[in-house]
């Protein structure tokens, strides 16, 4: 399988290896990107990634919860220059929206786009919001939560990365502690909650990883397979305590795990973290184009 310089350059955006590692590994996976990608973390040259893809577009993550019915919603509305997406107006957009989809529950972005907002539909909003502001808007992808526990949303740094969680059996007082979980999804990006929730292929890929690693290293080259094998089955716990909610380190306070600090004041039932712009691809443009692009759609 052929590859290009563009894909010497995608696994090294994800990969974080150097230009000539990412060559060779496409070179030895015959210019297959994911085992190109597996050969560099057995080659302990790149570290794993839990999401693959750059973060390249702009826009911004938005949140809604309608608290008396039980609704809540994250939404990630995208455009094309981080000015745009900074500004108010964007923002206004983003809200409207997540509004709507709590109140129509859409199965998805296509039936979301058939609603209705200010007497017409929303893709006839997002089409005229798209003329006003001068670039193109588009809906990617939303969440929707109904409960009859509690949720608790994140927006971080205008809309960069939203976190929606879902509380079961939550007790008076919990409300900071909720919002501290939160703030733990989206500072550390968990995969899973809990470590049974892990699939078992996921598993058993990271300890085949972790085996080649270790044949590769002086130190545990000669030592027989089933010793390596316990060693690795071992070594899990690091994997649970980067992955998973509950056994993560607390961000506040590093000496507790994520399930000791909410104790039994209530009980974490989902959460949804997204990342705006994750896998999109952006086109380069530097800050005084984006301006002046600016200045021209206002004069027109």
């Given at each position: 399988?052929?590859?290009?310089?563009?894909?010497?350059?995608?696994?090294?955006?994800?990969?974080?290896?150097?230009?000539?590692?990412?060559?060779?590994?496409?070179?030895?996976?015959?210019?297959?990107?994911?085992?190109?990608?597996?050969?560099?973390?057995?080659?302990?040259?790149?570290?794993?990634?839990?999401?693959?893809?750059?973060?390249?577009?702009?826009?911004?993550?938005?949140?809604?919860?309608?608290?008396?019915?039980?609704?809540?919603?994250?939404?990630?509305?995208?455009?094309?220059?981080?000015?745009?997406?900074?500004?108010?107006?964007?923002?206004?957009?983003?809200?409207?929206?997540?509004?709507?989809?709590?109140?129509?529950?859409?199965?998805?972005?296509?039936?979301?786009?058939?609603?209705?907002?200010?007497?017409?539909?929303?893709?006839?909003?997002?089409?005229?919001?798209?003329?006003?502001?001068?670039?193109?808007?588009?809906?990617r992808r939303f969440a929707i939560y109904e409960t009859n526990g509690k949720i608790e949303t994140y927006i971080h740094m205008g809309g960069k990365v939203g976190v929606m969680v879902e509380a079961a059996d939550f007790k008076a007082g919990g409300e900071e502690t909720l919002h501290d979980v939160a703030l733990q999804i989206a500072a550390s990006n968990p995969s899973y909650l809990v470590a049974a929730d892990v699939p078992a292929e996921v598993l058993a890929k990271e300890k085949e990883i972790m085996l080649v690693q270790m044949q590769n290293d002086e130190k545990n080259k000669n030592k027989p397979v089933a010793i390596l094998e316990k060693i690795i089955d071992g070594k899990m716990g690091k994997y649970y305590s980067e992955n998973c909610l509950m056994e993560q380190a607390f961000v506040k306070d590093d000496s507790q795990k994520v399930a000791q600090v909410i104790g039994s004041k209530f009980k974490v039932v989902r959460f949804t973290r997204f990342e705006m712009g994750q896998g999109l691809e952006k086109k380069s443009e530097n800050l005084q184009d984006e301006v002046q692009k600016q200045i021209d759609a206002m004069k027109k």
């Open positions: 399988m052929a590859f290009t310089a563009k894909d010497v350059m995608e696994l090294r955006e994800k990969s974080g290896a150097g230009m000539l590692d990412c060559k060779k590994a496409l070179i030895d996976a015959d210019g297959d990107m994911e085992k190109a990608a597996e050969l560099l973390r057995e080659r302990g040259i790149a570290k794993a990634v839990k999401k693959e893809g750059r973060i390249a577009a702009e826009g911004a993550v938005g949140a809604y919860v309608c608290e008396k019915c039980g609704v809540g919603v994250l939404l990630e509305i995208n455009c094309e220059s981080d000015f745009v997406s900074r500004g108010e107006k964007f923002h206004e957009i983003v809200n409207k929206v997540a509004k709507v989809v709590a109140e129509n529950k859409p199965a998805d972005v296509e039936a979301l786009n058939a609603c209705k907002l200010e007497s017409a539909t929303v893709k006839d909003y997002i089409t005229n919001m798209t003329a006003v502001i001068g670039e193109k808007i588009s809906i």
